[in-house]
């Protein structure tokens, strides 16, 4: 709050459990009488659980259905009255590449950000007809410092595996920097974007779009055996 303020930005805070639908409604109300009706939503909330799915509790899932999804879900619905009335508003959902794609150990995350995207979609064409917009940012693979002991180097001087993974993954062979979230952000928030409505933008580098490259890191010994290729591929790309 001091950094906004510092910046002469009017900002106010509060710790609001987005699962608790009477603290959020109260939060939504107290913004509401400190600078009139909310324009934008920005559903940022989310918790990652990295559990196998058959050793993973109901209460372990329900937590990640309930922040991650069911979040969205009461934030929306305690500002959705207000963008209504004045017939104007911009709400984005925080999704993220597992809303397209599933991957070991996050099957609850996956199934809230897969639910998510269908969120935006509906809230999209349930409240379009008052000029409302619901959209949402995917990010991929963020250079935080909460990533960052992924990029390291080995103690033999070689590269992180998953950090090889990664740029294998990538076109532009990097990971992506918070700046790089920061326009699309803007833009949804922006009447730029007035007659973009339901879409999931993501923030990948490219990862959705491509294949991938260098299968070296690969198992080879657990697929099934095709024969042998008359042809040497140098290069399949
Ligand atoms: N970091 C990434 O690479 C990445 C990639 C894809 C999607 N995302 C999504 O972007 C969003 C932000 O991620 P981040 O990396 O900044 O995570 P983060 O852990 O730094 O921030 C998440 C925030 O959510 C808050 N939160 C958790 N449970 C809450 C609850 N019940 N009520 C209110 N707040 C709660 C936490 O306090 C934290 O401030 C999340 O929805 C995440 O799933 C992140």
């Known amino acids: 709050m001091e950094e906004y303020k ?3 930005v009017e900002a106010y805070g509060a710790i609001v459990d987005v699962t608790k639908e009477e603290e959020v409604k109260k939060f939504v109300a107290d913004v509401k009488e400190k600078f009139g009706p ?5 559903n940022n909330a989310g918790i990652i659980k ?3 799915m058959i050793e993973m509790t109901k209460a372990q899932w329900d937590q990640v259905i309930s922040v991650d999804l069911t979040g969205p879900f009461l934030c ?3 500002v959705l009255p207000q963008m209504i009335e004045r017939k104007a508003g911009k709400i984005i959902n925080a999704c993220s590449m597992m809303s ?3 991957r070991e150990t996050v099957s609850a995350y996956a199934a809230a950000k897969g639910g998510l ?3 935006t979609k509906n809230i999209c064409s349930e409240y379009g007809q ?6 949402a940012i995917g990010p991929g693979y963020i250079a935080t410092p909460q990533t960052a002991p992924l990029r390291k180097k080995q103690p033999d001087g070689s590269m992180h595996p998953f950090d090889r993974f990664i740029r294998s993954k990538t076109p532009a062979q990097r990971w992506g920097e918070t700046d790089d979230l920061k326009g699309l952000a803007v833009f949804l928030a922006s009447p730029a974007s007035d007659f973009i409505n339901g879409q999931v933008v993501y923030i990948d580098g490219g990862i959705l779009a491509y294949i991938g490259q260098d299968p070296s890191q690969l198992d080879e010994s657990k ?3 095709e024969g042998t290729s008359e042809d040497v591929v140098v290069n399949d790309k």
Do not use: V
Request: proline content about 3%.
């Open 100 to 102: 397209e794609l599933g």
């Open 50 to 52: 990295r559990i196998p």
């Open 117 to 119: 995207k269908m969120l």
């Open 223 to 225: 697929f099934r055996d």
């Open 76 to 78: 929306s619905k305690a």
């Open 6 to 8: 510092a910046a002469g």
């Open 130 to 135: 008052y000029n409302i917009q619901c959209n």
């Open 38 to 42: 909310i324009t934008i939503l920005f």
